[in-house]
């Protein structure tokens, strides 16, 4: 097993690094030579003998597309062996074991809770261990299953060393590092040390006692939500309007808190969202108070 040195890295990035897995490559393009095999192109888009540049990675030539040891489809997917997908690692399609159940990547419900990845806690979020806040399959975040990433209009993600990115991508730009200064273009925010176009907050229970409740989060002016995933843990319904999202859930378990609950979806930090009403109760229904409810 391959182990990594986490000092000096965000908790963020030691967890990708320690839940990399299958035949692709293993680190980033320092670890993975410019111009070989399921590694970035040379800057002039081209790769050693033999090679051919797609999608910014250097792929094998004369190969059907999704095929297995060919170059993956534009969609970023690839062919069935056995009806089991092959996985698109590096932009190569490539037989990959999936991810065990628990851990980073994996299937989980409530009988597989998720284990932590180089110290982080990871959430089970559509029966998939997820970082918080870090949906699998989006730029910058851990790759989905069999390498699957979200394409985007006029990008062209692929799965590299466990993280969707963009091969050779400017800095500063979604899906690609922070410039040196910290910055990102587009109105983009700075993560983790990564360029991320939307941004997720997450709902989280600090009391033991809690079971249910009805919250009411309001955003600032630059704060709209689009969309809101509940946990595999709890039921949940939210009502999204203006500015202004309610959000009524109920545990399907005693939660071990911290507990996170629901992951937000906008285009503004957590610092734009307030927590303006919460009614909560315990399994007797029984008021709670404090809630202990917090966004992160």
């Known amino acids: ?115 932590t990845a180089a110290g982080q806690p990871t959430v089970c979020m559509d029966g998939v261990c997820e970082i918080p806040g870090c949906p699998s399959g989006a730029l910058g975040c851990p790759c989905g299953a069999y390498g699957a990433c979200v394409q985007k209009p006029g990008l062209l993600p692929r799965c590299f060393a466990g993280v969707c990115t963009v091969a050779n991508c400017q800095p500063g730009s979604v899906g690609c590092a922070c410039d040196p200064s910290g910055a990102c273009l587009g109105g983009a925010i700075c993560d983790s040390g990564l360029c991320r176009g939307d941004q997720r907050t997450l709902v ?21 939500i689009d969309s809101v995933r509940f946990l595999a843990s709890v039921r949940g ?14 545990a399907y378990t005693q939660l071990a808190p911290p507990a996170a609950i629901a992951t937000l979806s906008s285009r503004a930090p957590a610092r734009a969202w307030t927590l303006v009403a919460a009614t909560c109760v315990d399994t007797e229904g029984n008021p709670v108070a404090p809630h202990g409810i917090l966004l992160q």
């Open 237 to 250: 319904k939210a009502l999204l309007g203006d500015r202004l999202v309610t959000l009524a859930f109920a």
């Open 1 to 115: 097993m391959r182990s990594y040195d986490c000092r000096g890295a965000s908790l963020l990035a030691c967890a990708l690094a320690a839940g990399c897995s299958g035949d692709g490559p293993k680190g980033r393009s320092d670890a993975c030579p410019v111009g070989s095999r399921g590694c970035f192109c040379l800057p002039s888009a081209t790769c050693d003998a033999g090679l051919g540049c797609a999608q910014g990675f250097c792929v094998p030539q004369n190969c059907a597309l999704g095929d297995e040891g060919c170059a993956c489809q534009l969609d970023g997917t690839c062919t069935l062996t056995n009806d089991v997908p092959l996985s698109c690692l590096g932009n190569i399609c490539q037989n990959a074991p999936p991810s065990a159940a628990g851990t980073l990547g994996g299937a989980c419900d409530v009988q597989t809770p998720c284990q």
């Open 204 to 224: 989280v229970s600090t009391n033991p006692a809690v079971r249910a409740c009805d919250l009411t989060i309001k955003g600032s002016d630059t704060g709209v």
